[in-house]
């Protein structure tokens, strides 16, 4: 059976594994023979332990192991790299999943915001990287960092979180060059709309949630949301099976970024030129 699995036997962080596309990556490579330790705030704790008993019970090949970890703290990301390696003895592959958005624009975000924001979503990426080095160079490793198609074209009201997120595609592509030296890949996934318990909690809020589902599908050139499992298959691409990858960004978009769409955020004026300063073509 071992010689069917994609990833038998390594050993796998994942943070922030309670929940959509990070639970779904944490099932995806236990089912493939992968030993996962996944995180999640101390809050998260009771949901996080019954997931552990529940894989550990399923009969897959891999095993779960759940840590409480706060991403933001430095202690807490070192004591979760301590406890895969006592649990484990190495290390193969971090994924770096933890991260969050919400609505905001440039004439309400605050300094504390856009802190906020980098320490979460960036700043947590590169301490757990920094720290899992050690021994992803040990076993010619990889790392696997959750960006976002936010930070690769931008996205409408998103002022703190799609910087973020275009600052994670360049460490991404940065730690691959630097790490090259030592064998181990650096890569990066950047999805598009995808249905987690999150984004339909959050359309069930809007006035018309049967409405904002159908025009976030309308975003993909597919013409549906991804789904977690999507995402975790590339993930699992990237970590078995993409071994001459590394400073790649993985688009799971449906094809949302290409193409021309409706742009335009206001009205256009009558008789206004492509300049903005346009004159009687008459005159000499």
């Given at each position: 059976m071992a010689g069917q699995l994609r990833y038998p036997g390594k050993v796998v962080i994942v943070t922030r594994g309670t929940a959509g596309i990070g639970l779904a990556i944490?099932?995806?490579?236990?089912?493939?023979?992968?030993?996962?330790?996944?995180?999640?705030?101390?809050?998260?704790?009771?949901?996080g332990q019954a997931i552990q008993r529940e894989l550990q019970n399923s009969g897959c090949p891999g095993d779960a192991y759940f840590e409480v970890c706060d991403v933001r703290k430095e202690t807490d990301i070192k004591r979760l790299i301590s406890a895969t390696l006592e649990r484990y003895g190495c290390l193969d592959c971090l994924v770096n999943n933890a991260g969050g958005s919400k609505i905001d624009k440039i004439d309400d975000v605050t300094a504390q915001d856009a802190r906020n924001a980098m320490e979460f979503n960036t700043l947590s990426i590169l301490l757990a990287s920094k720290y899992a080095l050690p021994y992803l160079r040990e076993t010619r490793g990889n790392i696997i960092n959750?960006?976002?198609?936010?930070?690769?074209?931008?996205?409408?009201?998103?002022?703190?979180?799609?910087?973020?997120k275009?600052?994670?595609?360049?460490?991404?592509?940065?730690?691959?060059?630097?790490?090259?030296?030592?064998?181990?890949?650096v890569n990066c996934i950047s999805p598009s709309v995808?249905?987690?318990?999150?984004?339909?909690?959050?359309a069930n809020q809007s006035p018309n949630p049967e409405a904002t589902m159908q025009e976030l599908k309308s975003y993909q050139l597919l013409g549906r949301l991804g789904t977690p499992e999507e995402v975790a298959l590339a993930a699992l691409y990237l970590a078995a099976d993409g071994t001459f990858c590394t400073g790649f960004n993985l688009v799971v978009s449906g094809g949302a970024e290409i193409g021309f769409g409706k742009k335009a955020q206001v009205d256009s004026e009558p008789g206004s030129g492509a300049g903005g300063n346009s004159q009687d073509s008459s005159r000499k």
């Open positions: 944490v099932r995806e490579f236990v089912r493939q023979g992968a030993n996962v330790v996944f995180c999640s705030i101390p809050s998260e704790a009771e949901k959750l960006a976002s198609i936010a930070g690769m074209i931008g996205a409408k009201d998103r002022m703190s979180y799609s910087p973020c275009g600052a994670i595609i360049a460490m991404t592509k940065t730690l691959a060059i630097d790490e090259s030296k030592y064998g181990v890949r995808t249905k987690t318990p999150l984004l339909e909690r959050n």
